[in-house]
């Protein structure tokens, strides 16, 4: 590429520079090779650029992951007691009284056929 001093030819190196040891060196005194490399960054930055659905795919994980702690922390702290006695309340004593009443009548049921 003809052009004056500190000319750039289109990989990033000066036009006609050469290291010591021959190589070209990039715009900010980087080794050639080290340039691809600095592109691409870390090598997860340049595999969800190269497949953004994962990347869609990460921040739908972290937000509802994030949103799950959130509602467990606040769920612990507004709790009602800290002290439970182990026992079943509310419907869920309801519902194991409805499942034993209906456990009898099929026991029932099937004595009296």
């Known amino acids: ?3 004056g001093p500190g000319a750039r030819e289109p990989d990033g190196g000066a036009a006609g520079a050469g290291g010591r040891d021959g190589h070209v060196h990039g715009g900010r005194g980087d080794v050639a090779g080290s340039g691809e490399r600095e592109r691409s960054g870390h090598p997860v930055i340049a595999y969800l650029r190269a497949n953004p659905q994962a990347l869609v795919l990460l921040v739908i994980c972290l937000v509802l992951g ?15 007691s800290d002290q439970t006695t182990g026992e079943p309340s509310g419907i ?10 209906h456990a009898a009548h ?6 009296v056929t």
Request: proline residues 0%; neutral net charge.
């Open 92 to 101: 869920i004593f309801v519902a194991h009284v409805a499942h034993v009443a």
């Open 1 to 3: 590429m003809a052009g």
């Open 106 to 111: 099929a026991a029932h049921a099937a004595i």
């Open 66 to 80: 994030l949103g799950t702690f959130l509602a467990v922390v606040v769920a612990l702290l507004t709790a009602g």
